[in-house]
């Protein structure tokens, strides 16, 4: 007896543990955000007054109509394409339902400086049409790349899989049954995607259609490039070129606002519109053959993306890094390490504080665990400027104190000890990844049966040890794909990387960033080409989850 009344103490000692330290994570994790919200509170009305003098109308338009245009963009290229891929049959389909995917391995930073290249006036393409019409600058009419128009279809082109793969998701779990019924009453094809289909899919693609347009804030590299003022663009500008913290602060205070607005979007469409599946057999299993003509157009329709939005890309940096680039040496291995090595320890840092969240979940469902992990999930929703502004303030106002105090004690002077050190990067992607391992670790812990839990109980194990020898091998997958998709998140990250690295310390997104911006469009493929290379990975990853998740639906 005593043994035992030892066992459930030490159980109720771990569950206690892991209770506190899901809350404190979740507390420290939440800080950025805690920081800008204060700012804004606190601000100066003179700060106030003169952003609204001077750059806040410019930064509201410009983010208000790229949002509408890349809103617009990702929904006639996704819903079209979701619908024709899962509800219709035609050759190529196969093929075309995962490849449709593919764009999403392309930064838009990196897609919009390769365009920029074929598409600018000493480009390729202008070239041609200079010499084989004779005409001169300012004789004709050209599509101008670094424009609004420019970055809002750059976004649109690898942005469309969000709402892509949201929509084919609810088209492919809709009942053969609705559409059936909807021929009984008289419905074409044409009536019953608008008429039904549509609005029995439309949570789901609100849902794609919020995270596309939050991607859309959180872009720096892109409207930077094409010199379009939005919120990020001002962030930094403010940062960097006034160092007014408090005002880069109110802006992002602000884009705070425009983000919690989607939130509450995308979960009002969700609360408010619900809609159950009959259990029947699945749409799919009925799909629409469509003929020669049809599909034709289904093709062109669906292949235009690929080509437009990952071919043509990659065959243009694979070009310039091969022949027109200067040859990678040192420095270019030395940044590729810097990329992978912060890559790979934020990625370790990331899983390992979701793996204890999500079972301090598993173990203890209460109001303030759940809270937590809520919290700590909600980085992601946010533009990494907005996590670098929030991170740098307390991580500057510790490192003060700290040199403060040691030169009271001894009189010696230290230097910085997390902010402008790679701790800073590390805590700001920590914050900004969570939520993608959180939901790959909860999804994986899901599948495993309580009653392997209450089988290591009973062998004495602490919920600690049953977690580590028990369930982390048994998450062996889902644990690798989370620290998967945190790598390469964190190998494109562009703006809380130039925020907040240390000084003369280079990844290649900020070199890529850097050489374009420097107009050596050519030397920024081969660091350009790696990120793009790398972030295949998980998009195949993705599409072999969906194909084995369909099985005979795909």
Known sequence: MAELSHSRASNSSSWNWLKTAAIVVAAVLALPILVVLVNVLIGDAEVWQHLYETVLAEYVSNSLLLMLGVGLGVLLIGVPCAWLTSMCEFRGRRFLSWALLLPMAMPAYIIAYTYTGILDFAGPVQTFIRDITGWRYGEYWFFEIRSLGGAMTMLTLVLYPYVYLMSRAAFLEQSANTLEVSRTLGYSGRMAFFKLALPLARPAIVTGLSLALMETLADYG???????NTFTTGILRTFYGFGDIAAASQLAGILLLFVAMLILLERYSRHRIQYHASGLKQASNRRIVLNRKHTGLALVLCGLPIVIGFVIPVVVLAYWAAFKADMPGSNFVQLAWNSFYLASM?????????????????????????????IAGMGY????????????????????RIIDFVRQVS?????????????????????????VSLGAVQNGLGKIKPSMDMAGRSLGMTPFKVLTRIHVPLLKGSVLTAMLIVFVDVLKELPATLVLRPFNFNTLAVRAFELASDERL????????????????PVILLSRSISSRSGHSQ
């Open 522 to 537: 050519t030397d920024a493929a081969p660091a350009s080409l790696m990120i793009v290379l790398v972030g295949l990975v």
């Open 346 to 374: 934020a990625s370790l840092i990331v899983v390992s504080l979701a793996l204890v969240l999500s079972y301090a979940m598993r173990l203890n469902r209460s109001r303030s665990v759940k809270a937590s992990v809520g």
């Open 381 to 400: 929703a946010l533009p990494g400027t907005i996590i670098a502004i929030g991170t740098i303030v307390p991580l500057a106002w510790l490192d003060h």
């Open 222 to 228: 892109t409207v930077q490039y094409f010199s379009v």
């Open 411 to 435: 009189g010696e002077r230290v230097g910085l000890m997390f902010s402008g050190t790679l701790f800073a990067l590390l805590f700001a992607y920590t914050v900004r990844f969570m939520a």
